[in-house]
């Protein structure tokens, strides 16, 4: 059950993402851990995962930041980078 829920969290996460300069992103960042790992360094695969990981939850805060509604429970709030958000509609008196 963990792993099914965060394989739907990722494609999610993939799905709100989607743009053409976030996928010439991703498959550069990609590349750059594939070659790591092809080359035999893993602390510079390491350090790629964690800078494209880094890249990804970003911009997920940049999105979740710009569009709450999309993340809101059902009392109308979202958690974003440790802070709790009323969503325009929970301020408005209707929840998600």
Not at 18 to 39: K, L, N
Not at 47 to 60: F, K, Q, W
């Amino acid at each position: 059950a963990t792993v099914e829920h965060a394989r739907l969290a990722l494609d999610r996460v993939r799905r709100l993402l989607f743009t053409p300069r976030r996928h010439a992103a991703s498959y550069a960042e990609h590349r750059e851990i594939f070659e790591a790992v092809r080359d035999g360094k893993p602390d510079l695969a390491r350090a790629a995962m964690a800078g494209h990981i880094d890249s990804v939850m970003n911009e997920l805060e940049a999105f979740s930041i710009s569009n709450p509604d999309v993340f809101a429970d059902r009392s109308g709030t979202t958690a974003v980078a440790g802070r709790t958000i009323r969503t325009a509609s929970a301020a408005a008196g209707h929840p998600s």
